[in-house]
């Protein structure tokens, strides 16, 4: 058994895709927690194959591992105690603690391999880059990987969507070059959208325009920062909505496959202004993006006629 958490959900999924390849099993059975019965769980783990075939099985969103739900269960209790040798029982959370204070958190953990998969920090990030590309049989030169760290500006919470990004990109030939790097990772400083949207939603016009000369200066195209702006009111009304069904940050990020991190922030700034009001800045927005398209208004002009009419 295995408990696997943390928030590098792409390094999670790499592990298990390699449990996969060591024991020769070529597909997995896949659970959501949140959608399926335990004891259905427990009954896949507990049957003994005929021919003596050993079987992967994937939980996911095991919240029972977290303060976020309980699980009382006398089978599952009992399979912990003796579980099938031929069943691989993985349980898999995005989180980045668990609840070990649970009296089925600690039995597993007298049984489970428990592993934590945590996102590479600022002193690691060029090790992280040039392991994840030699485990796929990539070549990158070290020019590439500079590159891709002065792109992201330190933000190691959007670096596996980057790099599989140029994985796919470079299919064919698995070489990356600082050329490749140029054309396919946008460089804009993420953490100024935030703030530049987290401006629009208090109606701060003065720090509006200062960012977006700063994104400027940083040879940010006008319209590039308009998409960006209206994908992230896009986010932020979407997990708004998803939020007031009950579901956390995590669960919408599967959702709408966006990272946590970016939902996190999006409810944030989604907490200070109405769903009317996000529908009606994106529609200005989309209406900014038909004016460029046609040629009615100048594309650098553009948004800041937008601002203006805070």
Request: hydrophobic share 35%; aromatic share 10%.
């Amino acid at each position: 058994m295995y408990i696997l958490f943390g928030e590098n959900e792409t390094e999670i999924n790499n592990y298990i895709e390699n449990i996969l390849k060591k024991e020769k099993i070529e597909d997995k059975i896949t659970y959501n927690y949140n959608e399926c019965k335990i004891e259905d769980v427990i009954e896949e783990a507990g049957y003994f194959d005929l021919f003596g075939n050993k079987k992967v099985i994937v939980v996911n969103e095991s919240d029972f591992l977290t303060s976020k739900s309980t699980l009382e269960n006398t089978s599952f209790e009992n399979y912990i105690k003796k579980p099938n040798e031929n069943a691989i029982l993985i349980f898999k959370i995005i989180t980045d603690k668990l609840d070990e204070r649970k009296k089925l958190v600690k039995a597993l953990k007298e049984k489970a391999t428990i592993k934590e998969f945590k996102l590479p920090d600022e002193k690691n990030i060029n090790n992280y880059i040039n392991n994840y590309f030699e485990n796929k049989e990539y070549k990158i030169d070290k020019n590439a990987t500079n590159e891709i760290i002065n792109r992201l500006k330190n933000n190691t919470k959007v670096i596996n969507s980057e790099l599989e990004k140029l994985e796919i990109y470079k299919y064919d030939t698995k070489i990356i070059t600082i050329e490749d790097v140029k054309k396919v990772i946008t460089k804009y400083e993420e953490n100024n959208i935030f703030k530049l949207v987290d401006s629009v939603v208090k109606r701060n016009k003065k720090e509006a325009f200062t960012l977006y000369k700063k994104l400027i200066e940083e040879k940010e195209e006008p319209t590039v920062i308009l998409i960006l702006l209206a994908n992230q009111f896009r986010l932020m009304y979407q997990a708004r909505v998803l939020n007031e069904t009950g579901m956390d940050k995590y669960k919408i990020a599967a959702s709408l496959k966006e990272h946590h991190y970016r939902v996190e922030l999006s409810l944030e700034n989604s907490r200070n202004i109405k769903k009317e009001k996000i529908l009606e800045l994106l529609y200005k927005l989309s209406e900014i993006d038909i004016k460029i398209k046609t040629g009615i208004i100048d594309k650098t002009n553009s948004l800041e006629t937008f601002f203006l009419e805070l």
